[in-house]
Structures are given as structure tokens and as C-alpha cells.
């Protein structure tokens, strides 16, 4: 019998995979490793759900018996892969050593924490980073209202209007001067700004946590510029770094993830890399319709067809209720935004230095244009 394909991870990624290959080849051999319970869930449900009071069994699309079912794969759950021996093509995971024939990661990314952070209880900071995360969140949240949130990109805008959504009251820190830096120019992140705060959001920008302290019944927290002042739960969203480690340790061309091809391939050619964890031509995967592209190029080229990963233009609506708001990433290319405000919305174009449009970003009443810029930009 042949060697297996070797997938670690049971994320968008590596389910994403799976289930492309299944389109193309009922017959291959599929084992699947992963560290977590192998539970199928949209990460995009997370903040939503705290909003909604979802349990985080509602989060679950499918079990990893069902998923192993469906998809006619081998689904080996709590179980980490600790090693790669690239010479035997082995991995050694908890359960004891599998030869790959390819061997895919799909390791994600896992979060940040915020730094430096002091006090006896800067440990007790929690994240929010997958459906484990939502379980421990959920139940820390049981009774308890106030919660500071600590960063204020995406993810801390949407955990911050989710909880107060569900009740709480929340301030959230950003200690730069706005919200949603690296996705929105300023008059559009300004905009987040004051409609979460209209929402009931306090939002404290130029503003961050230096230390927490467990007091008598809650958390002291001292704030950057050095005013006091409780909270219940403190919750992290500063970040995701790929997990790489396993890679890296192997030998594997690192950069800020692992490094592929085109067509998903490490610098073994044995092994590919998808989703969170990897990095083409310097760019990261966030957006999950970037994942999802580039798990069916690699069942493409794991099927031997002939499939390359490029980048699109992808259309992204933000999971903030109270402030509609899509945005079109431009790619890594020199130009301009051009913002115009009105009371009811803000539109912000990014044309290159021949003027063509290549990104833009609606806020409010404005994102009834999206379909019309993103036609342009896609012609
Ligand atoms: C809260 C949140 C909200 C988001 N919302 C959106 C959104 O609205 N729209 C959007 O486009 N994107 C969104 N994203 C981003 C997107 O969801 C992620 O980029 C995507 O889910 C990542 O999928 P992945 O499979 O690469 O990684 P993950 O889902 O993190 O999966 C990684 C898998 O690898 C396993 N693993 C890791 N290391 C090992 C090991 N050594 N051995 C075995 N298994 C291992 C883990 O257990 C896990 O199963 C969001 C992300 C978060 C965190």
C-alpha cells in the first residue's frame, strides 16, 4: 500500500484541503493530525457568537468522527506533531512516528501576547484565537460584565462590540493614535472609532495596559498613561504569529511563515504548507477566501494538475454590526487614499501611481458602492 498524505492541522486550511482533494481523488489515502479536538467551526463565528450568547457547541459545523466520515480520511485528534524527520519522511507525533508520502501544514498561527505586560496577574490575560480559547472565554465570562479589551485591530473591534453586544461593558486600548491601523485609512478607522463608541465601546486610543494586579474581588489595571482602573476579564487581540516551529526545526525556508511556491511547496518538495502558517512572495494568508484558493491548487497540484496560487482582489466585510464596513486590501504597490466623509458614511479609494484603482474601504452608508468599485478593480 502506499505512503499516506500527511496533513497536520484541522482548520480552514487543512479540512479546506481535505475536502478539495475529496472533490478530485476519492481514492487517496488521507491521514489527518491535529493538536486540538478536530471540531469543524468558522473562526468568523467567534465574536459573533459571544454577541449572540452562543454556546460553543452552536460554533460546531462537525465533529471530527463526522468530518472523518464524510470525507473518508483518518482523523487523528489531541494529537501533536512534535517533530519532522525530512530524510525517513517521518513525523513523530504523540501517538509514535507515520511516514508520509507528501506531508502537508496547516498549523495556523497562534496569538500574541501583549508585551511587556507586569503584575501578579498579567498571565490571567486571556485570548480569542479558536473554538478552545471560546470554550475557556465563555465560561470565565459566566457573570462577570467588565472586560478590557487590549488592541484595536479587527479582531479587538469585533470581540469589543460582541461583548458589549452581549451585555457588557467594555473598554477597549489601542496604543496608537487609531483604530484598525493596518486595514483602514484614517478617516475610516476614525469612523469605527466613534460608532463603536457610540455602541458603548470606550475606546482608549494612545492608551494600553502596563501591569495587572489581582485585587481583592477584581483586576487593577495600570494603563500606559498611568491611570487606574478595574475590570472583570482582560482579553488579548494584539496579533497572530504563524506557527512555523516544527518547520523551522526541520530545516525548512522560514520568513515570517513558511515559505512556499506558487504551488503551495516548501523548500522540500515533499512538503507543502497552507493557510495561516505559510508565506508567498512575502505575503501572508489571512482572508479566508485566500485559503480556500490556495487548498484547492494544492489538491490541484497534489492530484497532478498543473495549479498556481495567485493573489486576488477579495471583497472583505467586517463582522461589526453597529458600522457596516467592507474593505478591498490593494496589494503591495506604491499610491495614494483619497478619503471623503459625509454624516453618514465614509468612502476611501487607493489608486496607484497611474491612477487606477486598486483598493478601497466603505464605511456606512457608503458600502453600498462596493459592488461598483470592486467590478472596476476586478476588470
Ligand atoms: C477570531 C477570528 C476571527 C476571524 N474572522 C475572519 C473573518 O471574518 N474573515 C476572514 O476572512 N478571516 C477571518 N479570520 C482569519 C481566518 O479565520 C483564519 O485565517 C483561518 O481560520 C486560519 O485557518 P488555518 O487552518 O490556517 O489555521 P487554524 O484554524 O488555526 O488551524 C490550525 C490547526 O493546526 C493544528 N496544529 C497546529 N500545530 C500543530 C501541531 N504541531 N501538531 C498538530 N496539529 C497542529 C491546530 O490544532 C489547528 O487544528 C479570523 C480569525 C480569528 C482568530
Known amino acids: 500500500m502506499s505512503t499516506p498524505l500527511v496533513i497536520v492541522g484541522s482548520g480552514m486550511a487543512g479540512y479546506g484541503l481535505l475536502r478539495a482533494v475529496r472533490h478530485v481523488d476519492r481514492g487517496r489515502r488521507v491521514w489527518l493530525y491535529t493538536a486540538d479536538d478536530g471540531c469543524a467551526y468558522a473562526k468568523s463565528q467567534l465574536a459573533c457568537g459571544l454577541a449572540r450568547g452562543k454556546m460553543p457547541g452552536d460554533l460546531v459545523l462537525a465533529s471530527a468522527e463526522q468530518m472523518a466520515h464524510r470525507l473518508d480520511a483518518s482523523i487523528f485528534t489531541h494529537t501533536r506533531v512534535r517533530a519532522i524527520d525530512r530524510e525517513r519522511r517521518v513525523i513523530h507525533t504523540d501517538r509514535g512516528e507515520q511516514a508520509y508520502g507528501e506531508l502537508v ?10 508585551a511587556p505586560l507586569r503584575g501578579n496577574a498579567a498571565s490571567q490575560v486571556l485570548t480569542l484565537a479558536n473554538l478552545a480559547d471560546y470554550r475557556y472565554f465563555r465560561n470565565e465570562l459566566d457573570g462577570r460584565r467588565r472586560v478590557a479589551v487590549l488592541g484595536g485591530g479587527l479582531l479587538g473591534c469585533e470581540v469589543a462590540e460582541g461583548l458589549v453586544r452581549a451585555g457588557c461593558e467594555v473598554t477597549l486600548f489601542e496604543p496608537g493614535n487609531r483604530l484598525l491601523a493596518d486595514l483602514l485609512p484614517v478617516l475610516c478607522g476614525a469612523r469605527v472609532a466613534r460608532t463603536l463608541h457610540a455602541a458603548g465601546v470606550e475606546v482608549r486610543l494612545e492608551d494600553g495596559v502596563q501591569s495587572i494586579e489581582q485585587g481583592l474581588e477584581d483586576l487593577e489595571l495600570l494603563t500606559l498613561s498611568g491611570q487606574r482602573l478595574t475590570a472583570e476579564l482582560v482579553v488579548a ?13 526541520a530545516g525548512l525556508a522560514i520568513g515570517r511563515g513558511i515559505v512556499v511556491d506558487h504551488q503551495l511547496r516548501t523548500s522540500d518538495p515533499a512538503i507543502y504548507a497552507v493557510g495561516e502558517c505559510a508565506e508567498l512572495g512575502g505575503r501572508l494568508f489571512v482572508l479566508h477566501e485566500d485559503i480556500e484558493a490556495a487548498a484547492r491548487v494544492l489538491a490541484g497540484v497534489l492530484t497532478g494538475t498543473q495549479a498556481r496560487m495567485s493573489w486576488q482582489p477579495r471583497l472583505q466585510r467586517l463582522q461589526l454590526e453597529c458600522c457596516p464596513t467592507v474593505v478591498c486590501e490593494p496589494p503591495p504597490v506604491a499610491g495614494e487614499w483619497q478619503e471623503s466623509a459625509t454624516p453618514r458614511g465614509v468612502r476611501a479609494l487607493f489608486h496607484d501611481r497611474r491612477g487606477t484603482l486598486r483598493g478601497f474601504a466603505l464605511v456606512g452608508e457608503s458600502v453600498s458602492e462596493a459592488a461598483r468599485f470592486f467590478g472596476a478593480i476586478r476588470h
Open 237 to 249: 487581540a494584539v496579533g497572530t504569529r504563524p506557527t512555523a516551529a516544527i518547520a523551522a526545526d
Open 105 to 114: 501544514l496547516a498549523l495556523g498561527a497562534r496569538p500574541l501576547r501583549p
